[in-house]
């Protein structure tokens, strides 16, 4: 998988240590914004980079790290085709992808310590997206994007983006 990825100063020692462990693992991995360890920053500036890299095709999904993760999920869910989800564990990383189909995953630095943050990127990287009744809530989300009535959805638009070949299939999270 082609993943973008970048933090802002709270979370910039961290993206070093993912990045390393990723390609490691056989991932091609970016990083359009560089931070310095102790430069103050904006982080709505790179989660732009990011969430650009992803929908223009560069990457086929985003890492971004911030004190919360929440601060960079707003800033990443204002670029049209984004879905961005702060993650506090690994349930969540594998459920943001298998039906929400989160293209983006925002992490607390603060939130959580170097191995469980590695342990949570790696279940939504291996995690699918399970389409059916959750394609037509995704489609759903779309249209609300596009600034019309959800209610007028009934069949799924879109089929699934990003993903990767791993199957979820250890999961240890029951479909709803």
Not at 33 to 46: A, N, V
Request: charged share 25%; aromatic share 2%.
């Amino acid at each position: 998988m082609k993943i973008a990825m970048a933090a802002d100063h709270r979370g910039a020692k961290m993206i070093h240590q993912l990045a390393g462990s990723l390609r490691g693992d056989g991932h091609e991995v970016l990083v359009p914004f560089e931070m310095g360890l102790t430069q103050s920053c904006d982080y709505p500036d790179i989660a732009y980079q990011v969430t650009k890299s992803v929908m223009d095709g560069e990457a086929d999904g985003g890492v971004l790290i911030c004190g919360t993760g929440i601060g960079m999920s707003m800033a990443a869910n204002k670029v049209k085709g984004i879905r961005a989800a702060v993650v506090h564990d690994q349930i969540g990383a594998e459920i943001c992808k298998r039906h929400n189909n989160a293209n983006v995953l925002c992490i607390g630095a603060d939130m959580m310590g170097d191995h469980e943050m590695l342990g949570i990127v790696n279940k939504w990287i291996g995690a699918t997206f399970e389409g059916g009744r959750h394609a037509r809530r995704v489609a759903k989300i779309d249209a609300i994007e596009r600034g019309e009535d959800p209610q007028t959805i009934n069949e799924p638009m879109n089929e699934p983006m990003n993903e990767t070949s791993n199957e979820a299939s250890n999961s240890s999270v029951e479909s709803k």
